[in-house]
């Protein structure tokens, strides 16, 4: 199936460009085609890696996920159908690739709710494996939260739903199930949720979905001589990575710009992958929320990390620019914004967004360490490796937590661990004793931990059930690196 079938943005483009993206021919890395560091199990916390030699490729526009229609919608409730399929996408023109996706090919569509609504999903998987339907960074009880106890066999549908007491946020949707999660999430499986409130609607900021506000689902993959997505070909214990970069599934995408103000909603759906993102032309993006919603104002960034399962949404300001800028990730573009000559002014950008409780220590804290280690098939927290009859953790609803989140490098210098946690928002007290940084003072429920770092956060569990903690890199997640907390 074509990417015509998705929301095109733009106009196609014609001929070949250098944004550097690439489609690596080969069918496997070898030890000689990985760079030192990557063998040894680090992973930069500060430049990313050059891009791999690259193929140009026509530019494209980027694909839109659809906006998926209700199958019900009062002002109390909103229902939807998700459907997990097979399918197939021509990422390149002429070259078919066997994929997975949510109601299409690749990728799935776009759940709006509003803050306070029920949101009722009838989950169906139609592949031949087993999956679940993870709501990453919803606030819920855990039997609805779709982790690895909440698997949909092959050929079931499962109904879920609950209620939405959390503000305006991107969040999104993926399996869970215990030993496929990495390779679904590989071959396509993956949607959005955009919560609305009205404080956000008040501000006015862009919010015109496909106009000035866009979703941004990164992700990095190697294909095949053949042009398939072999996650078996491709994988790497420390993390599958691959040479080509998919935004929202378009290879070499650009966006055709017509308002001054434009809103990138950025999700990091890569496995394992982290991301530095600047402009090229050095300018500086205004960030207005984190994972789990807005920002208390916006904060400029030149260089925005995002780890996999991280969020955020930026304002780009087009107002002065007369010729193409690209969002890069190092020297590999990630997507070109193509200004049009006439940019109609579409939202606004405040200097205040919404007010926020100050992150605190709270007094009589259930205070709790977790010790991230190890590398490849060696990977523990505490020492432990995942166990699903086994209980980590306890804790009472309501109670104050502070945790104390430490990536023990090792003797080999270890590698960043993307800490994720179910069911809850949290917020950073600290990283390595320090305040954090402006654009991290949000709430978030999936933060980077460096080597040798320490962050803590303080949260509370607002519903009842057993929730997943674990490392967001899905193969050291699925290698065990991961642990259960019971909420009473």
């Known amino acids: 199936m074509q990417l015509k079938n998705w929301l095109l943005v733009g106009v196609l483009g014609i001929g070949l460009t250098g944004m550097g993206v690439s489609y690596y021919q080969g069918t496997r ?39 998926l229609k209700p199958t019900q919608q009062t002002q109390r409730r909103v229902a939807y159908t998700v459907i997990a399929r097979t399918g197939t996408m021509a990422f390149r023109a002429g070259q ?37 339907f993870h709501w990453h960074g919803a606030i819920l009880p855990g039997n609805a939260d779709g982790g690895p106890h909440e698997t949909v066999a092959a050929g079931a549908t499962k109904k879920v739903a609950f209620k939405v007491q959390q503000p305006a946020a991107t969040l999104w949707f993926h399996p869970h199930a215990m030993g496929s999660t990495a390779k679904q999430v590989y071959q396509g499986l993956a949607g959005l949720i955009y919560v609305r409130d009205r404080a956000s609607q008040r501000l006015h900021l862009p919010q015109t979905y496909g106009v000035n506000d866009f979703p941004v689902i990164i992700q990095d993959r190697q294909f095949t001589k053949q042009h398939q997505l072999d996650y078996e070909q491709a994988y790497q214990a420390d993390g599958t990575r691959g040479s080509t970069l998919l935004v929202n599934g378009t290879l070499n995408p650009y966006l055709k710009v017509t308002t001054k103000l434009v809103r990138l909603r950025l999700v990091n759906g890569s496995n394992a992958r982290n991301y530095q993102l600047t402009l090229s032309n050095h300018q500086a993006m205004q960030q207005i929320a984190d994972d789990g919603g807005l920002l208390s104002r916006p904060v400029a960034v030149q260089r925005l990390q995002l780890s996999p399962g991280e969020r955020a949404e930026v304002v780009i300001d087009t107002a002065k620019l007369s010729q193409p ?21 579409l939202g606004r950008l405040p200097t205040k967004l919404v007010t926020l409780p100050a992150a605190t220590m709270p007094k009589q804290a259930q205070k709790r360490t977790l010790t991230f280690s190890g590398m490849g098939r060696m990977v523990t927290i505490n020492r432990q490796k995942f166990d699903p009859d086994r209980i980590d953790l306890t804790a009472q609803r309501g109670q104050p937590q502070v945790w104390t989140l430490k990536n023990s490098s090792g003797m080999m210098g270890g590698m960043s661990h993307p800490f994720h946690l179910h069911g809850v928002q949290f917020r950073i007290l600290s990283v390595n004793g320090a ?31 057993i929730y997943m903690y674990h490392c967001h890199n899905l193969e050291h997640e699925e290698q065990g690196m991961m642990g259960q907390i019971k909420v009473s």
């Open 96 to 132: 078919t690739t066997k994929t997975l996706g949510y109601n299409g090919n690749y990728l799935g569509p776009v759940l709006q709710v509003n803050r306070g609504q029920t949101l009722a999903i009838t989950t169906k998987n139609t592949l031949t494996q087993a999956t679940s």
């Open 29 to 67: 890395f070898n030890q000689r085609s990985i760079p030192r560091h990557a063998m040894m199990g680090r992973q930069s916390t500060s430049q990313p890696a050059a891009a791999s030699p690259t193929i140009k490729t026509p530019a494209r526009p980027l694909a839109l996920p659809p906006l």
């Open 325 to 345: 800028v690209t969002v890069m990730n190092g020297r590999q573009a990630v997507l070109q914004l193509r200004p049009t000559t006439a940019k109609r002014q």
């Open 435 to 465: 305040r954090p940084a402006a654009n991290e003072r949000g709430w978030k429920d999936t933060v980077a931990l460096p080597p040798g770092g320490v962050v803590k956060i303080t949260f509370k569990f607002k519903d009842r059930g």
